[in-house]
């Protein structure tokens, strides 16, 4: 069993933040691979389906960011997920809109919910580091963080979020470069291709 965190705030004032561009990519899942409506569980919304022949849960903390690592803790323990079964989706300032990478471990790089997660869980598991840019200046990080998306950031938004729903069963393998080829291949088809 497998389980998907997507990071973010709750509350409707934050759905359209930057901060909860994780919440954004598990609801695309969600909506994406017809998984169940919400239980209200381990202080969060958690989903059930399947990916690729594995059950899979997601997991949506509803605590506060910071508090994140708490929620995520109560469901691993709870179905006896281990650390290298758990994938985080969440926002990354130092990597371009648009961008993604994937890591296992490592450190938190300042953000509050990986900091969250460091105290309950292992450092072993999954990141899906989805980039917001950074504004270029450090005093104006926490508003850009906290802000949301604007008009300009669909063109790129929607077909991330659209190549992370369409590429998720890949990683049920727990090799984050399938995933990683799936999505750049959906984000830039080969245009050499010949049609068939």
Do not use: C
Not at 78 to 97: G, M, T
Not at 120 to 136: A, E, M, Q, S
Not at 143 to 165: I, S, T, Y
């Amino acid at each position: 069993m497998l389980l998907f965190v997507g990071l973010g705030n709750p509350g409707t004032k934050y759905d359209n933040n930057r901060h909860n561009i994780g919440f954004m990519a598990v609801d695309e899942i969600i909506l994406r691979h017809n998984f169940s409506e919400p239980k209200m569980k381990f202080q969060g919304a958690l989903y059930e389906g399947h990916l690729g022949g594995e059950k899979v849960l997601i997991l949506k903390p509803l605590t506060f960011m910071n508090l994140s690592g708490k929620s995520v803790s109560e469901a691993a323990r709870f179905y006896k997920i281990p650390s290298d079964n758990i994938f985080v989706f969440y926002d990354e300032l130092d990597l371009a809109e648009g961008k993604i990478k994937f890591k296992t471990g490592g450190g938190n790089a300042g953000h509050n919910g990986l900091r969250s997660l460091d105290q309950y869980i292992d450092k072993n598991y999954h990141r899906i580091r989805l980039g917001i840019g950074h504004p270029g200046d450090k005093a104006r990080v926490t508003g850009h963080v906290l802000g949301d998306f604007n008009r300009d950031d669909e063109k790129w938004l929607e077909p991330l979020l659209d190549a992370v729903g369409k590429s998720a069963e890949k990683l049920v393998s727990g090799d984050g470069i399938d995933f990683l080829n799936e999505v750049g291949l959906i984000l830039k088809p080969n245009k050499n291709k010949e049609p068939k």
